[in-house]
């Protein structure tokens, strides 16, 4: 996941890039701090454009913010760090409403197949999690070597420099585009959502 890339990436930005890593709890508190805040603003998008639509904004949001990391000056460590937690706020709200989504299929599972079956869904979804969390941790440890870049090397080249900064903000703000684009598409609205529970609870008093 773009997010887990940038999350291993954080600390040697700020230390190799910006020579800040002081600054690393600072950023980190705030980010974490203004996405929770940010909730309550992502679900009343949500209720208002459906669910899966305000996810896409969300990861969209964090798209373009992580697109603009690689072009900050060396001394420009502060809207840096400002960009950063601008970029977090929808994290929180992501996580959210996935779940949310994650519980509208298990209800278009239970009206095809009759069977409930929440733990199954939500086993696999938190496997699948992990797995995309992981596989960010592998990128972002993998790829800024392949482009020469040593955390053990006081000073980087510019050229190790420049791929770290593409695999910290480039290729998340890809990743991130790529799956709005997929989730926009998403089939189960709110109305298609309302007609599964109407059913379900049909089934339930028969």
């Not at 086993?123 to 941790?137: D, E, P, S, Y």
């Not at 290729?171 to 926009?184: I, Q, R, S």
């Not at 998403?186 to 599964?196: A, W």
Request: hydrophobic share 55%; with cysteine.
């Amino acid at each position: 996941s773009g997010v887990a890339v940038q999350g291993t990436l954080h600390r040697l930005v700020l230390t190799h890039v910006f020579a800040r890593a002081d600054l690393f709890p600072v950023m980190i508190f705030a980010e974490n701090a203004l996405t929770l805040a940010a909730v309550p603003l992502w679900l009343r998008l949500s209720y208002r454009i459906e669910k899966h639509r305000a996810i896409a904004l969300a990861a969209l949001w964090i798209a373009v913010f992580s697109l603009a990391l690689p072009f900050f000056a060396r001394e420009s460590v502060i809207p840096f760090v400002v960009c950063m937690v601008l970029r977090g706020s929808s994290f929180a709200s992501i996580l959210f409403l996935s779940n949310s989504l994650a519980a509208d299929v298990v209800d278009l599972d239970e009206v095809a197949s009759g069977q409930q079956r929440t733990g199954l869904y939500f086993g696999v979804f938190g496997m699948v999690t992990k797995a995309a969390i992981a596989l960010g941790v592998l990128i972002a440890t993998a790829l800024p070597a392949a482009f020469g870049f040593d955390p053990g090397r006081e000073s980087p080249s510019e050229s190790a420099t420049l791929g770290l900064l593409g695999v910290y903000g480039f290729l998340p703000g890809a990743l991130m585009a790529a799956g709005a684009h997929f989730v926009w598409r998403f089939p189960l609205t709110r109305e298609v959502q309302e007609g599964l529970r109407a059913r379900l609870e049909a089934r339930s008093s028969s």
